[in-house]
């Protein structure tokens, strides 16, 4: 792993916090009469590298996913509606590397009022207005599950958390305060990632380790006529790491982070508009004077999507990402490393279509690379057998220049297949 | 010879009185706007579960259960909230809409697997309702003005007095006209076969099982079959029930995220 998502410390953190929650409501809960709602899955999903690179020693070459999984999930609420529970949990069986691991995904308890509500436990959150695309939402996300194909909700991790809702008039607010869970990105031993450290000689420094690894985030948001409208602010760090070189090894560190931003979402041209901003403040490097932190930046996208025949839709976004104090960073940036462009910008389009009464479904998602020359194209098609049984097949063809995001990755070109049924 | 005569004047005074009779009859738009109101708009709410069985030509079942909740609003406009119960992939998934008149819906779902809450762009009119045999409309209710309607006879159906009604939409659609069976009483659609341009069958909507309930009548049961590719839908209603006390606050983002238990159960 690249990350250390949990340390002992954080995990006990958690546990205790979940338990704090659990026992308020389970207890109110579990002698309610209504029944305990138990479902879950058992699925099967490979990827395969479609090239063949020159694979360091410690990459898998190819083979860069080959699991069992099994997901249980429980709920259960309260007759009243107050108090209610939810939880799931995956056993994995990792075939590539040989190891079984378990997972909890969720495990919240919440206390519901007429004008708020609470929730306590590892819970999933995201906000934003993107597709795929995410600015507003600073909670932990897996890139290593969706650049293998995994399906769409593994992109996002649970964070360990309390949020409070509160729903004053028309007006929605959104508290949450969660431990920090870092971003999971490709690790070195499924993916081919060219001019990078050695995973042994990085060091990774959790937050915890240089400051609070509590973040704060909320959401004040409201409909307005047709159109929704919420704006957003996080105390919290950068999930991705940025590594600092030191004397015998790379320091990967999560720089502090302020975001702020805004979206916007309703009706245009037969179809959906979104609009999505945010003011990335790098506070640990506001002058950018240290090029191997992140720069502040500000981030847009825009977007729209509409059908354009029975069970097809059609989407486009447009993602712009603008260094401040780019002069600063291309001041200090030593010779021989790349350089990042002022703005970057990616293109993306989705197309979905459904056949066969909504049984088979055509879908391919594209990333383009405006500034940065390059590109990442995800064709998928999948076929519901029955109403338990689904498969997917498809690829992760990444592309272009390799000092760009999805150029770098080019040497992981994959094909994927996940086959699932649910109970 | 007087015999055959008095045949030909009883034959025609048949002939006049049916034409009396249907020009005495509602106009076409006011019997469609009865039947729209009937099976769309009863009562100021409604609280449902559905049944839905998706059967293909080689007899294959899928299964839908769903509860839906209906609230009417000013102006025709109304709100829906669907809450999926199966199949098991899609629980606790989410639906709402927001009916406009005049213009497109506002519908958004909610994915909680990822806890995604979307802002979707779907075409009421040509979009499959979860795959169904039934489009969104049919689900939602259309509007009177979005086709043209002539009343065209009256006949009964199945013992039911009902008047056939051609409609043709105003804009193009996978059909192009319309014949529906209106109860002339209760104002329910008994029937209802949609044509393509070239005037082939390709869909049939039948009514299978009607009930009065709380004074508003109800289709209890309802059959949506593709005579092209022989897929059809059966949906049984199950314990409707009509001015529950729903609120609009309800048809909101925080209950798409979090289901309001007092009507989901």
Redesign the interface.
Known sequence: MWCIRWSLNSVTKSFALFLAGAAIVSSQCLAQD?PL?F???VQGHTAVRAVSPDCSPGTECEVLAGELRAEIKV?K?S???RF?FAGRADMIRDLTFGATVGQVRELYG?I?FKKA?IRIGR????WG?GDLLFINDTFPKNFNAFFTGEP??Y??DGSDAIKI?I?PGNW?IEMIAAHFGCDTTPEARRFVLPSFPANESIEFQHPDGYGSDIELSARL?R?IG?W?TAAYASRTHYHSPDFLPDKNSVVAVYPRLNAYGFSL???LA???L?LESGYYDSAQNRNGKNPFLENSQVRILIGH???I???G?F?VQFYGERIQNYDNYQTGLPAGFPLRPRFRQVVTTRFTQ?LR???LTFSVFSFWGLSEHDRYLIPSVRY?F???L?GEFGANIFAGDRRGIFGFLDDNKNTYLTI?Y?? | MITRASHLVFIFITVVVAAAQLSADLPAEEIIQRSLNTNYYGGKDQRVHISMK?I?SQG?I??REMTMLRLNQSDGEQRYYIYFQ????V??TTFMV?KHVGK?A?RWIY?P?????R?????DK???F????FAYEDVSGRQVADETHRLMRREEVNGRPAYVIESRPKVSL?YARRLSWIDGERWIPLKEEYYDSRDQLIRVFTADKAEQVSGHWTIMARTMKNMQTG?RTEVIFDEPAYDVGLTSDIF???YLR?A???WI?
Do not use: C
């Not at chain 1, 819970?123 to 995201?126: D, E, F, G, K, L």
């Open positions: 209504r709602d479902t879950g899955f709920d609420t007759s009243s509606g209610g919440d519901t509500s819970q999933i959150v995201t207005v769409v909700e992109l996002k809702n729903y929605s948001s409909t047709r929704e979402t309703g009706p037969k179809g959906v979104n999507n509409r059908q025949w029975k069970d839709n989407g459904q009464n909504q049984t519901a029955t109403d338990a689904w699932r649910n109970f | 998706l293909n294959n899928r299964d199966a199949p098991a992939d629980k606790g927001w497109e506002d994915i697997a990822i806890k995604l809450t802002r979707i762009a779907a075409d040509r979009s499959s979860v795959g169904s045999d996978d897929h909101s983002e925080r979090d309001p238990r007092k159960h």
